[in-house]
Structure formats: C-alpha cells, structure tokens
C-alpha cells in the first residue's frame, strides 16, 4: 500500500522509516513529506533513495495512511486535510490526543475501538505509552486506584537539539573542544537532572505531567485512576525511565504480578536482584519493547507496588507504537 511519513526528516520520522522496513510493513510506494524548506531533499527507506515532497503533493499522492510526526500546529492544520481525502492519519504530536472525537491507541490496550471511519488517529505521548503498556495487565487483575510517577527521560525526547547540545557539552568539557552547539534547554543538560519538560501550567505542573495523567485515563477507559506525575530531563539517549507506585483497589500477589508481566504482550520482565538485573536505557535503546523491573511492596501502605519502567522512547514511545496501529488497520481491513 501507499504510505506517508510526515516529518520524514526529523528524529521520530527516521526513526518510523526504519521501524517500517524493519516490521516488515506492507509498503508498495513510500511518500517521505516534510515542511517546505526540506522538499527535494533525500531520504533513504529499504536501500532506495526517495524525494521529500509537500503537503499538498502528499494529498495528491493518495496513500492509504499517513503516520505524522511534524509537531502539533502542523497536525491540527494538516491532518484534517489528509482526512478529508480519505487518507487514514495517525498522529504523534499532542494535537488530537485528548480531542473527544479521537481514539487515542495503544495497541496492546485499545486498539480494539478503532473503526474505519476514524481518519485522525492520536499516538500517545511517550512517557505515557510506556506506562500503561505495564500497567494494563495489572489494572485487568486489581483494578489501579491511583499512580504516582516520575520520570527520567532521555533528551532524545526532545530532539536532535537537545542531543546536538548534550554531546557539544561533552566534549567542551572532556577535550576542550569549543564547537558552537544550539541550546535546546534554558541551562546545561550534560551533568545535570532538569526538573521541566514542558512548560508550566497554572496548577504549577509542566504540560508533560498533565499529560501523563490526562492520556492515561483516556487509553485505561477509567476516569477514576488518579495520577500525579513529576516529569524530568536527564542526560541519557536511549530511552525514558519511569519509577512507577501504584495503588489497587484489590490486593495481589507479588508472584502473581511477575506472571501477569511475563505474559503481558509487548512487556519484558528485567527482574532479578539477586544478580543485579533490571531495566536501563542502554539495554532498552534500539528496542520496541517495555522493560519492567524493580518490582517490590510499598511497605508504607497496603494493596501497593513499586516498579521502574524503561523503554526506548523514539520507538515504542513514538515510531514502533504509530507503525502497530497501521499494522492493526490493516490486518483488520480497516485501511
């Protein structure tokens, strides 16, 4: 089939060509889209070479799905339009997400509501997908009450900026190296843990916390969850790292839990102290999986669970996520 990727040339749109050559994805004509100022040029998917056309010439090329990774003003202006065409849009940027006429989908959870006349399709944030991927199973069994996260995400979250600005940091600091670098951040991200990701709202948390409490709701189909989030920037690449505290309305069994773990698709259980073994950025890098490990009691409360969280965010927390939600549509002949 014909497939869009719109952003083709940013860090998560690299990232969606790769995942749909890597998957294995049904691609007869492959349409790289980009902003005015990156049409004509190349970019590579399954050893060809491809031309990055407009907006207007992705609409005219009529592919069956459009994956959109180019911001949410692009989103909410061009979306509609690709829609109105009869193109399935599924969409990365927040534009959509808590749109009331949008399914927000996490295949692994959700995807089961999708019909074929949904045209504009919200992938979730990143720090949320990995989230809920853990979580899911273990809400199916005791029912969550309540979370309390907080985050350590990698500055590939940001973009290639914030990337370019941490290893510009680096070698200043390592061999005197005094490259210009751009600034993606207010301070220094190399050394540092910044405690903003987002901007800030008038309740006094970022835009990046609220949506981890709006979007998880929306994706468990449970209004009562409660959620509080503290979202941080660290200076790691390879993925998002989340400590995760839940309260359940029924008690468990922490056997049990592992079991639901285990079984839980799209979930790898990295638990094993006694040799040291749990999830980190750099085993998670490159993978579309969820890692979960740490998993003990509070001991403070009962019916509650600790467990870090670990996933690669341009991936199942972007690209990987946007990719299986094609790949659902078109098993299903929803496409």
């Not at 609409?59 to 009869?86: C, D, M, N, Q, Y």
């Not at 009450?145 to 979250?157: A, D, E, L, M, P």
């Not at 409490?213 to 979202?231: G, L, P």
Request: charged residues 25%; hydrophobic residues 45%.
């Amino acid at each position: 089939m014909k497939v869009a990727v719109v952003g083709a040339t940013g860090l998560v749109g690299t990232k969606m060509l790769q995942v749909l050559a890597e998957r294995n994805f049904p691609v007869t004509e492959l349409i790289p889209v980009a902003s005015e100022r990156s049409v004509g040029k190349e970019v590579e998917f399954r050893g060809n070479k491809y031309k990055v056309v407009s907006m207007a010439d992705g609409i005219a090329a009529k592919p069956a799905v459009a994956i959109f990774s180019a911001g949410g003003g692009t989103s909410l202006e061009w979306a509609p339009r690709f829609a109105e065409a009869g193109i399935t849009v599924i969409d990365n940027s927040s534009a959509w997400r808590m749109d009331p006429t949008k399914k927000l989908v996490v295949p692994e959870i959700n995807a089961d509501a999708l019909i074929s006349e949904d045209k504009i399709i919200a992938n979730p944030n990143c720090s949320t997908i990995q989230m809920v991927v853990a979580l899911n199973p273990l809400h199916l069994k005791y029912k969550v009450k309540r979370i309390v996260v907080s985050t350590y995400q990698s500055v590939t979250g940001t973009g290639k900026k914030a990337v370019d600005q941490l290893f510009g940091e680096r070698a200043k600091a390592e061999k005197g190296i005094d490259a210009e670098f751009p600034m993606a951040y207010k301070y220094p991200i190399d050394l540092n843990v910044i405690p903003q990701i987002d901007v800030f709202l008038d309740n006094g948390y970022t835009k990046e916390e609220m949506k981890m409490v709006n979007e998880t709701k929306k994706i468990m189909r449970d209004d009562a969850i409660r959620v509080t989030a503290t979202t941080v920037r660290i200076p790691v690449i390879g993925g998002h790292s989340e400590s995760v505290n839940i309260e359940f309305e029924n008690e468990f069994d922490l056997e049990e839990v592992k079991e639901l773990l285990r079984g839980a698709p799209g979930v790898v259980l990295q638990d094993d102290t006694a040799a040291q073994v749990y999830p980190m950025p750099m085993w998670a890098h490159d993978r579309d999986e969820v890692f979960v490990g740490r998993l003990r009691r509070d001991e403070t409360q009962p019916k509650t669970l600790n467990l870090w969280v670990v996933s690669d965010n341009l991936r199942k927390g972007a690209a990987t996520n946007a990719v299986q939600i094609a790949e659902y549509l078109a098993a299903n002949g929803l496409l």
